[in-house]
């Protein structure tokens, strides 16, 4: 059997080998200064504006990597971090991050510019997913797109797990619908605040494919969705987020398209106001294009938000809008606090539960593979093909450890992800205990006599496509169940796992870890050769001649081992 080869990101590459500097050949840039025509009755740049801009810019970086037309699927949730003011300059850069079959995600950065003081911000950044189309109808299969950078290698292997956050997020939603919750007695009706209004679709409103342009329709629902928020409490509301746009159907010049907006419900300092857009033509029915669910606040002369009153929900529909704009929120929350946050920023223990498995899942693995993607390692020592490799970043010292190993890399995904299975390789795990959910797992180690007991999410991702790595992710939580016991010293594990395409493990930890590999560190043991050259041993007596290897993987791995 032959033995593969490690596999290493592609180095930052700012240049060409002739000395050019290198530009992604699907980025696409547009510059636009804030006129008044753009603004709202503050002086600031209408978020309905901005949608089209954004929309615009990445739907033409979409056509570039597709070579066709492109209509946009759905728009991800939106953060606006900051207003923009007229007479300054949007910046909009867009940029295909990767291909699937038939679709294409875009990333779009958003940043603004003061012409007389030459500062720069970010005001949002969002991912908009495209499908393109043939002129004579049915959708184009997409040609792979290869990143180039260390930053496009991070971002096209994040994609996937994007792309897996909106398959599931249906399913998050009716977890969280089974819990009640008491509506409030004394609260605003909200058919007060119910808002419908017609347009009728002209030509200036097509994008050049004909069709009514994304960015006009996403425009068109920002401006009743502000209506419907500001008759809540008879102020001018401020828009503060967007959760996804989902395109679900065409819509041509010549449609009528009837947007409609409610307040869903109103929390302590925000309100969730749903807005759908239906289109026909004469007599025939109704059609769905598009729905979303925008947060607006109400903010004070010094910009503080104000408190709100409570909805009280129409019957049936309402009710159920009003509960599941409870659900998004809670989401939202949770969605803000762990992927918002600069990885530096998450504490290391966040507390589980089944609302937010899916995004700090998110976290785990995006913290694992932008690990992998490092292209700074320093060889540390080297021992048969067992090497030891260091990083020193931020304060932080990083380790990784490399060996290679005779196994398909589907068998090896299949042992390793098993963690009760580690005390067969691994002396400093004397036992595996896994929750009844299978959520976390809650390993403990042994060190020098000083038991510790670790409390880690797993998240499993088996290969997007034939170039993808298998994934095991692995960080700390907290869980109230498992709270720490006496004689056990809690630790901590910011990421760690192993990443198998070939075979990588990865371990983010704080100081307890440390410990354990500060003497191979040091070149005064060489314990972490033993550990890894027993997992090898493991690997192959535990390979299965029943398992067959997927053509679309290599025969053999090879196994990375990297531990902060």
């Known amino acids: 059997m032959e033995r593969t ?84 300059v949007i910046n909009i850069k867009a940029k295909v991050n990767r291909a699937f079959n038939t679709s294409m995600e875009v990333g779009i950065v958003v940043s603004c510019e003061d012409l007389f003081s030459d500062s720069h911000w970010r005001v949002c950044q969002a991912v908009a997913t495209f499908v393109s189309q043939r002129t004579t109808g049915g959708k184009v299969q997409l040609r792979p797109l290869v990143p180039c950078t260390q930053a496009e290698q991070v971002e096209h292997s994040l994609a996937a797990e994007r792309r897996r956050m909106r398959l599931v997020h249906s399913d998050i939603m009716k977890d969280l619908l089974t819990n009640k919750v008491q509506e409030a007695e004394k609260a605003v009706p909200a058919e007060r605040t119910r808002v419908e209004s017609v347009e009728l679709v002209l030509p200036t409103h097509a994008n050049h494919q004909v069709n009514t342009f994304g960015g006009q329709i996403m425009a068109w629902m920002e401006n ?31 449609d009528r398209l009837v947007l409609k907006a409610i307040v ?15 289109a026909y033509q004469g007599e025939e029915p109704l059609r769905h294009i598009n729905s979303a669910f925008m947060t607006f606040e109400i903010r004070d002369r010094e910009g503080k938000p104000c408190m709100l009153p409570r909805i009280r929900p129409e019957p049936l529909e309402g009710r159920r809008r009003y509960q599941e704009a409870i659900a998004r929120n809670k989401i939202r929350l949770d969605r803000k606090y762990i992927i918002s946050c600069k990885q530096t920023e998450v504490p290391l223990s966040v507390p589980w539960d089944l609302s937010n498995q899916v995004y700090l899942s998110y976290n785990n693995v995006s913290a694992l593979k932008m690990l992998a993607a490092r292209n700074n390692w320093l060889l540390n020592s080297e021992k048969n093909k067992v090497s030891l490799y260091t990083l020193e970043e931020k304060q932080v010292l990083s380790f990784k450890v490399e060996t290679e190993v005779d196994i398909p890399a589907e068998r090896a995904f299949m042992l390793l992800s098993d963690l009760s299975k580690r005390v067969e390789w691994d002396p400093n795990y004397e036992w595996v ?34 170039g993808d790595p298998y994934v095991i992710a692995l960080r700390s939580v907290t869980l109230p169940t498992h709270p720490p016991t006496e004689g056990y010293n ?31 560190i040091a070149g005064l043991s060489s314990s972490f050769y033993g550990i890894f050259c027993a997992c090898n041993t493991f690997l192959q007596e535990n390979r299965g001649d029943h398992a067959s290897t997927p053509q679309s993987q290599p025969p053999s791995s090879t196994l990375k081992s990297t531990q902060l």
């Open 5 to 88: 080869k490690s596999i290493s990101w592609t180095p930052n590459m700012s240049r060409h080998q002739n000395g050019e500097e290198y530009r992604n050949p699907t980025e696409v840039k547009k510059s636009q200064i804030v006129m008044p025509c753009h603004a709202n009755h503050r002086q600031e740049l209408s978020v309905g504006e901005l949608l089209k801009w954004m929309d615009s810019t990445a739907c033409l970086s979409a056509e570039r990597h597709a070579g066709c037309p492109c209509v946009t699927a759905s728009v991800d949730d939106i953060h606006f971090e900051h207003t923009i003011g007229v007479g300054q």
């Open 224 to 254: 009743v969705a502000t209506i419907a928020a500001s008759r809540l409490c008879n102020a001018h509301p401020t828009l503060q987020s967007i959760d996804m746009f989902h395109f679900r159907g065409p819509s041509h010049v010549g």
């Open 264 to 278: 869903n419900n109103a929390f302590k300092n925000s309100m969730e106001v749903g807005v759908c857009a239906e």
């Open 433 to 466: 205990s896994v929750c009844q959910d299978g959520a976390s797992n809650s390993p403990s180690a042994n060190q020098g006599g000083k038991v510790q007991d670790f409390i880690l999410l797993a998240s499993r991702r088996p290969p997007c496509d034939s």
């Open 490 to 520: 809690r630790g901590e594990v910011l990421c760690a796992g192993f990443s198998i395409l070939e075979i990588s493990y990865f371990n983010q930890a704080s100081p307890e870890v440390l410990p354990y590999i500060s003497t191979d």
